[in-house]
């Protein structure tokens, strides 16, 4: 292999790492919380459970998308939360724990607070929040990255503002354009 041949591999390895090797920023609720307060922006929450296969998979095909990784760090602070982990969240106030929660067992724990106050019902969940850490609304089950487009740049957008009704969420689906 010539120097040439070698140094436009090395090349090719280093813009390729740069590209592919990104990832979500992902943080605590407790510290995108803290973010906020410094820099207003709003949360997108990743609600999993480590048993659950859809998670797992929401993990290999949405989260690791390009478009996906650039939209999300761009516009959200990204949280991950186990939704039966043992992770103790402030929020508005009051202390989420999960004092049920049983070290070792596999399979199904208990829910964390945090995640009964939000309500969630199936897993994945993707949660979000105002820039201010108002919940705006959960979205249960596993969304593929031009699935999860729509809501990402909707609520980024404030566009979900305007949507009142089922006409109006309709037409609005009917009018974006996916990029993804």
Known sequence: MTNMNKLLLVLFLAV?????????????????????????????????????????????????????I????????????????????????????????QAGRKGRNATHFFADALRLQAYPSLVFFEDDGTLIQALPGYKTPKEIEIYLKMIANDDYKNLTTEAAWEAYQAKFVSTF
């Open 16 to 68: 390729g790492s740069t590209a592919f090797g990104q990832s979500i920023n992902w943080m605590t609720m407790n510290s995108a919380l803290t973010a906020q307060k410094e820099t207003p922006k709003k949360i997108f929450m990743d609600a999993y459970t480590t048993w659950c296969g859809p998670c797992k998979l929401m993990d290999r095909k949405t989260f690791s998308d390009p478009n996906v």
């Open 70 to 101: 650039a939209f999300i760090n761009e516009n959200y602070y990204a949280v991950k939360f186990n939704a039966e982990g043992t992770e103790p969240v402030f929020y508005q106030d009051f202390e989420y724990t999960n004092p049920n929660y």
